[in-house]
């Protein structure tokens, strides 16, 4: 997967899921987005979770962050998957 194709569908990821968080009643309300990834630290697709992270977390004056769990933390990938759809894991990679 192309650098620019990843950046896209992390982007649209992060709008699906603020489209599904529910409960937000105040813009002053902090959501911590929980992702994952089967990776360890270093590698370039969590490097790149975390670094989109602190742009969200810079553009939105702190109200948004990603709290990362890499090396399988959560599970593998098949568990990753069925807690995105639960909606206890917000970016799953």
């Not at 990821?13 to 309300?29: D, I, K, T």
């Not at 370039?44 to 990362?68: F, H």
């Not at 769990?69 to 807690?83: R, T």
Request: with cysteine; glycine share 10%; hydrophobic share 40%.
């Amino acid at each position: 997967m192309k650098r620019r194709d990843f950046v896209k569908l992390c982007g649209s990821s992060l709008a699906l899921g603020a489209a599904g968080v529910p409960g937000v009643s105040s813009a002053q309300e902090k959501m911590v987005w929980k992702a994952s990834d089967v990776h360890p630290i270093g590698y370039p697709t969590v490097e790149a979770i975390q670094r989109m992270g602190k742009k969200l977390e810079a553009a939105t004056n702190g109200r948004i962050s990603i709290q990362m769990f890499p090396s399988m933390q959560l599970g593998g990938e098949k568990e990753m998957i069925e807690q995105a759809q639960v909606g206890a894991l917000q970016i799953a990679r």
